[in-house]
């Protein structure tokens, strides 16, 4: 084995903070950005601020654009979705079981962007010029046109690091669109198939 005398007149780049085993939060989302991911709109609707006072302002629609969510199982027919600990969907499902999911297609990256972004303080003006249609077990916003639209109720929430896993029972599902094709979400961008 030879040495490497080189030197260095550089200071080294500092490092992004390793995990016990090895692998930084670097290395650990690049090696994430490799593997493509369809882009769903997640909304539920926040439950009214005082529900024995029917004169009482309802709650907002809350919606979030995910890229981790997958079927779980056929029988029952289950989902998963995560979402990061203490974040407002979050919150909220922790508390509201019935959310929604809209499979969104590649002509609407602008609605994955639009609920996306970091640091809102409320979801209502997102929603205000969004085609939509109420979910009827849900009451969540689902998406006019996206590829398929699911409407479930929360059975299971698994704590995993700085997410929450929420699995979900399927109560309907939908395919309002068969135009275009899916909204992927790529080395970090969204993306369409070619």
Partial sequence: MVA????NTQPPPAPSTPHPVGVSNDEFRAAMSRLAAGVVLVTAQEPPLDPDDPMAPAGED?????????????????VMVSLRTGSRMD???AEQPLWAVSVLTESQRHIAGRFAM?????DRLLFDDIAYARGR?????????ALATLECRTEQTVAAGDHTLVIGRVLTAE????????LLYFRGRYRQLD
């Fill in 4 to 7: 490497d005398l080189t030197l």
């Fill in 62 to 78: 809350v919606g979030m654009t995910a890229t981790a969510f997958l079927s779980v199982s056929l029988e029952p027919p289950l």
């Fill in 91 to 93: 919150d909220l499902l």
């Fill in 118 to 122: 970091k640091g809102r303080i409320s």
């Fill in 137 to 145: 077990a849900s009451g969540a916003p689902l998406v006019g046109g």
């Fill in 175 to 182: 395919l309002p669109s068969a135009d275009g094709g899916p």
